[in-house]
């Protein structure tokens, strides 16, 4: 059986919150939001990743992975050390502008650390430019 991100088309595993276009998924422990195509789910991720930037002002993979991974549940120094070797920087970085570039490295880091694997190939990059 497929991973659980994949399985719902939600790569980055976010809960589900009435987001438009997803529903609950289904299974024994309800929890994540699943969406109807893997595009839909990348646009998802990459809001979420835009509205921690625009809207709560993280610009550090310390600060965005601390919140996207809370420790109460994932080892999040290991997910702040994973996302920011991915993307070349310290954790503690300024991230400077969210460009699409830097979005799509985000999320291709995301998607690898929830899942274990990046099935989606150049529709990282097409999300993330959109």
């Not at 088309?9 to 529903?23: E, R, S, T, Y």
């Not at 460009?99 to 989606?120: C, D, H, S, W």
């Amino acid at each position: 059986m497929e991973v659980r991100g994949i399985r719902n088309n939600n790569p980055g595993n976010l809960d589900f919150v009435g987001q438009a276009g997803a529903h609950l998924e289904q299974g024994v422990h309800p929890r994540f939001a699943a969406f109807n195509t893997p595009e839909a789910g990348l646009i998802a991720l990459r809001g979420q990743l835009l509205r921690y930037n625009q809207h709560d002002g993280l610009d550090t993979v310390k600060d965005i992975i601390s919140k996207w991974a809370p420790p109460t549940e994932n080892d999040t120094a290991a997910y702040i050390n994973g996302v920011s070797h991915a993307l070349g920087v310290t954790p503690d970085q300024k991230l400077g502008p969210f460009t699409p570039q830097l979005v799509a490295g985000l999320m291709r880091a995301i998607i690898f650390i929830e899942n274990g694997k990046n099935p989606y190939g150049p529709l990282v990059d097409k999300v993330a430019a959109a």
